[in-house]
């Protein structure tokens, strides 16, 4: 099965194809307001490979911008090729040799998420806590789980800089055994999306 996996929730970018005993990865500094690497590199990858027979794209949660520029691109992909197309948990797919860890991430509004993940699979989150509820909430973990980050946390010593792999998302995707997102794919909101209603103008 010829298998293209996108990743951008965070500032790692990455792109990934594997088919039988090839693994290609590409991998880059992931700006959030230019696109332009992404696209070179998928356009690179699906030049050389052709057209995949199914698109996986990590759904965070992390960055809504560059998520949504993912599904967008897997969309399009998925419409030329007649590819299957699948989502999944970023924070599922990090690059660690634990089988178990937790990730955490800053959540904006001076809060942040905690997820507990298994063999790739969520057992626990993501949930929303302020800086004070995650501290007390990593001082009752075992001294030996592993603690990652996307994001440099200072404030939470044991957390580790790693990031998604759009590689490891990859060889989830193989995985027939494993549940997926379907269409119509969005990224993981960890609270409801904040909408502005604009004023309406008063005519005198």
Same mark, same amino acid.
């Given at each position: 099965m010829k298998i293209l996996a996108l990743e951008l929730s965070t500032t790692r970018g990455s792109l990934a194809w594997l088919y039988d005993n090839v693994e290609v990865a590409r991998e880059w500094l992931n700006d959030r307001q230019n696109s332009a690497a992404f696209f070179e590199n998928l356009d690179a990858l699906t030049n050389e490979f052709g057209d995949p027979e199914t698109i996986i794209v990590g759904?965070?949660?992390?960055?809504?911008?560059?998520?949504?520029?993912a599904i967008s691109a897997a969309i399009g992909l998925q419409l030329s090729s007649g590819a299957r197309l699948i989502g999944f948990p970023s924070?599922?797919?990090?690059?660690?040799?634990?089988?178990?860890?937790?990730?955490?991430?800053?959540?904006?509004?001076?809060?942040?998420?905690?997820?507990?993940?298994?063999?790739?699979?969520?057992?626990?989150?993501?949930?929303?806590?302020?800086?004070?509820?995650?501290?007390?909430?990593?001082?009752?973990?075992?001294?030996?789980?592993?603690?990652?980050? %996307?994001?440099? #946390? =200072?404030?939470? &010593?044991?957390?580790?800089? @790693?990031? $998604?792999?759009?590689?490891?998302?990859?060889?989830?995707?193989?995985?027939?055994?494993? %549940?997926?997102? #379907? =269409?119509?794919? &969005?990224?993981?909101?960890? @609270?409801? $999306?904040?909408i502005t209603v604009p004023k309406m103008e008063t005519k005198i």
């Open positions: 759904l965070g949660p992390g960055s809504y911008a560059g998520t949504r520029i924070v599922c797919a990090i690059e660690c040799d634990a089988d178990e860890y937790c990730a955490i991430g800053d959540a904006r509004r001076k809060s942040f998420f905690f997820a507990r993940i298994r063999g790739h699979e969520l057992i626990e989150g993501p949930m929303l806590y302020s800086e004070a509820e995650m501290n007390g909430k990593l001082e009752k973990l075992e001294s030996t789980m592993p603690i990652f980050s %996307s994001d440099p #946390l =200072p404030q939470f &010593e044991r957390a580790v800089v @790693r990031y $998604p792999s759009a590689l490891v998302l990859a060889r989830v995707a193989r995985e027939s055994s494993r %549940s997926f997102f #379907l =269409p119509p794919l &969005e990224p993981i909101y960890l @609270r409801e $999306p904040h």
